[in-house]
């Protein structure tokens, strides 16, 4: 059994390493290059880079534990032939016309060469985003008998996300393994992860890679296990999917630009983000849990780029803490959680509680006698 939300994987406990099957998708050159197609449209392929290391050591736990794994590769025939004409537009709308970007007969096609591919790995080649369209994935999967599919690569929100739909239509039981997929967009690959969880989980469950999954010959079957977390450097017990959280400006004085307070709310919702964690400090450790999240935030956070406010509130149970930010951007809080310091300060953290951490959208708020309230 697999720890993840909304349930554990799979649902009935039953997981056998020669029904799973880990999907490694799209990591080519072309997606993770400078010079390849994703650079080419303006994304940054630092993201995808950043998986690497976590998707190898699930490759290598899950070899061990007997698991087949397929690796994914996107791209059309160098004559293009397969390709229709709206395909053709948009080649030639990217700038790729007269280059070898996206097609097998190009470099970019190839896997990344940081990425342990075995003889007996199983390569699909596909022209779609999703991996089952015009392919033969379908009667690979059926022909071993496999109905598990852990999910990994590039990007979250395209050609991951449309697979794992396919594979859910098609009953195989699905887990998308978060720390092990990426994208170039971060709120695109956040809102991926969590329609995952939508209705209970309509399209599976979710899940974080174990960081110490790398020593899968020792640990045979138990090397599959995956825990759910907020970062991968961070083993602390569950947290939750992180959700975009529009927040209010709490400015109630009149404005020289015409807006009402109220009209002023509204903007300031659509920019900011708030980060919440709440923690269950250990016994006799809420006092000391307390003033190391405070100095955290005097010390770390208030310091870093587009930190609006943060606060340390102490429960009256002797056990919780909530520590409560608002920052400028998403794209600043991923900025701070890459910090080597963060990884340093939640390691002081884990030693003294466990906790949860969320982000999500206002959609009701009254301050000074002024009422906000958006659509659920």
């Known amino acids: 059994m697999i720890k993840a939300i909304p349930?554990?994987?799979?649902?009935?406990?039953?997981?056998?390493?020669?029904?799973?099957?880990?999907?490694?998708?799209?990591?080519q050159e072309d997606f993770l290059s400078p010079a390849g197609y994703f650079a080419r449209?303006?994304?940054d392929p630092s993201p995808l880079r950043a998986i690497l290391p976590t998707v190898n050591r699930?490759?290598?736990?899950?070899?061990?534990?007997g698991v087949t794994i397929i690796h994914t590769r996107q791209g059309y025939r160098a004559d293009m032939a397969d390709m229709t004409?709206?395909?053709?537009?948009?080649?030639?709308?990217?700038?790729?016309?007269?280059?070898?970007?996206?097609?097998?007969?190009?470099?970019?096609f190839q896997i990344c060469a940081e990425i342990d591919v075995a003889p007996q790995d199983v390569i699909i080649d596909k022209t779609c985003n999703s991996a089952f369209t015009y392919t033969d994935l379908e009667m690979v999967l059926r022909a071993r008998g496999i109905t598990h599919l852990l999910f990994t690569g590039c990007t979250t929100d395209v050609c991951v996300h449309?697979?794992?739909?396919?594979?859910?239509?098609?009953?195989?039981?699905?887990?998308?393994?978060?720390?092990?997929?990426a994208s170039g967009d971060q709120y695109a690959h956040e809102a991926?992860?969590?329609?995952?969880?939508?209705?209970?989980?309509?399209?599976g469950a979710g899940g974080l890679a174990n960081r110490?999954?790398?020593?899968?010959?020792?640990?045979?079957r138990r090397a599959l296990k995956v825990i759910w977390g907020c970062h991968r450097n961070f083993s602390a017990p569950p947290f939750r999917l992180r959700f975009r959280l529009r927040l209010e400006d709490r400015n109630r004085c009149e404005s020289r630009d015409g807006l009402r307070p109220q009209d002023k709310r509204s903007r300031a919702m659509s920019t900011t983000v708030t980060l919440i964690n709440v923690f269950t400090a250990k016994p006799g450790k809420q006092q000391e849990l307390a003033r190391t999240l405070a100095e955290g935030t005097r010390n770390f956070f208030s310091k870093q780029p587009g930190s609006l406010s943060s606060s340390v509130v102490v429960g009256g149970d002797g056990s919780k803490v909530a520590n409560i930010s608002q920052w400028r951007s998403a794209e600043d809080i991923a900025a701070f959680r890459s910090d080597p310091r963060f990884a340093d300060y939640m390691k002081s953290i884990i030693e003294l509680a466990a906790g949860e951490s969320m982000m999500?959208?206002?959609?009701?708020?009254?301050?000074?006698?002024?009422?906000?309230?958006?659509?659920?």
């Open 85 to 108: 004409p709206y395909e053709k537009w948009r080649r030639k709308r990217a700038g790729l016309d007269g280059t070898d970007v996206l097609l097998r007969s190009g470099p970019g």
């Open 7 to 27: 349930f554990d994987f799979p649902y009935d406990g039953r997981l056998v390493p020669q029904h799973t099957a880990l999907l490694v998708i799209d990591l």
């Open 192 to 203: 991926a992860l969590h329609m995952v969880t939508v209705e209970d989980g309509i399209f």
């Open 58 to 65: 699930l490759i290598a736990a899950a070899r061990a534990a």
């Open 212 to 220: 110490h999954c790398g020593s899968a010959a020792a640990r045979g």
């Open 360 to 376: 999500g959208h206002t959609i009701y708020s009254h301050t000074g006698g002024v009422e906000h309230q958006e659509d659920a």
């Open 162 to 181: 449309t697979t794992l739909r396919e594979a859910c239509d098609r009953n195989f039981q699905c887990l998308t393994i978060s720390d092990a997929c």
């Open 41 to 43: 449209k303006g994304y």
